[in-house]
């Protein structure tokens, strides 16, 4: 395991510090995670984008040790809370409390007070106790028995969800899916990497890993106002919305991507220009980001439904079909100036 000391704070933030700051916290990561350089990358891009990472795939993957992994790495304060059917609203957010000392109630603030809080099995939880987590996903608050308390920022959800298992589970709402900036899957590891998992096990000689951080959460979030000062060309902005618009009119979706489908896919490419060291988006990096960005959002029609066919699939297929822009002007910026 790499040590490594956090990134001195700066007033003034280049495009190539931003790269510098979040390789560093990929190397870091990928010091105990194994077989996930893309999904990691697209979770630190939704991080980046100021955003929320839905991991939908079987269990034993390592989906939760790279929510930690991350959490460590980025120096934000880590929260897990493993849902079940029985799990109730204040158990995320909190609630009131007696205290029969001083004969007054005390608030009493759930895990989702942290800097990034994971949902593990998300999908196991009721749809009442989910909800729990739309209002913090969407404004960064929540409500206690009618007052609202800000959460810490910056603050990021990272939810797992067992999509092989029905018995016990409730399918996540189309609105909450809709506040993931992006889902990813992992999918099983080649047999050299998953014998290297093995490998480091054995040579840890704990369970528990540990990592260094590389930035801390202040740092975060001026990489994150940073990144917002990244040119995007308008023809970008342009393919970005004709893609979305595309999904409104296949044959096989019903339900096509919203605008902030389209947001989130722009705000995606941008974190993904930035994080390759360019102050400018090119139409790779939409096309790099677009399956995780778009294909929670759509919803299939029936017939589709039964001949098989899967959203991924068929954001890659758009991404064949809508014309890209031949050629984006590059934009040499200035540095990249964070408000305070």
């Keep these: 395991m790499t040590s490594s000391s956090p990134t001195p704070a700066s007033s003034t933030i280049t495009v190539a510090e931003i790269s510098h700051s979040t390789q560093r916290v990929l190397a870091e990561v990928s010091t105990v995670v194994v077989g996930m350089e893309e999904p990691l990358r697209l979770a630190l891009c939704a991080i980046l984008g100021s955003g929320h990472v839905l991991f939908e795939d079987v269990p034993g993957l390592g989906k939760t040790l790279a929510a930690r992994s991350l959490a460590q790495a980025l120096g934000l304060e880590f929260t897990r809370l493993q849902c079940t059917p029985d799990l109730l609203p204040s158990d995320i957010t909190g609630s009131n409390i007696f205290n029969p000392s001083t004969r007054e109630f005390e608030v009493r603030k759930g895990p989702v007070f942290t800097g990034l809080f994971l949902a593990d099995e998300i999908n196991r939880s009721a749809p009442k106790t989910q909800s729990a987590l739309l209002e913090a996903m969407a404004e960064g608050q929540v409500s206690i028995d009618g007052t609202t308390y800000r959460l810490p920022q910056p603050f990021h959800v990272i939810a797992t969800s067992n999509p092989v298992e029905f018995e016990g589970t409730y399918a996540l709402p189309e609105a909450q899916l809709d506040r993931f900036m992006v889902r990813l899957s992992v999918g099983y590891l080649p047999a050299s990497q998953e014998a290297d998992i093995l490998v480091r096990r054995l040579e840890r000689r704990e369970e528990a890993t540990h990592l260094s951080p590389v930035i801390n959460a202040e740092q975060l979030r001026q990489l994150q106002q940073a990144t917002e000062l990244v040119h995007v060309d308008q023809d970008i902005v342009r393919y970005c919305v004709d893609i979305a618009q595309a999904t409104r009119t296949h044959a096989a979706i019903e339900v096509g991507v919203s605008p902030r489908g389209a947001q989130s896919l722009l705000l995606m490419a941008r974190s993904y220009a930035v ?66």
């Design 275 to 340: 994080i390759a060291g360019r102050d400018f988006v090119l139409p790779e990096d939409v096309k790099a980001v677009a399956v995780a960005s778009l294909a929670h959002r759509i919803t299939l029609t029936p017939a589709a439904w039964a001949a098989g066919a899967n959203t991924e699939t068929l954001i890659a297929d758009l991404l064949d079909i809508v014309p890209a822009p031949a050629a984006v002007a590059t934009h040499a910026s200035d540095p990249a100036t964070p408000s305070a």
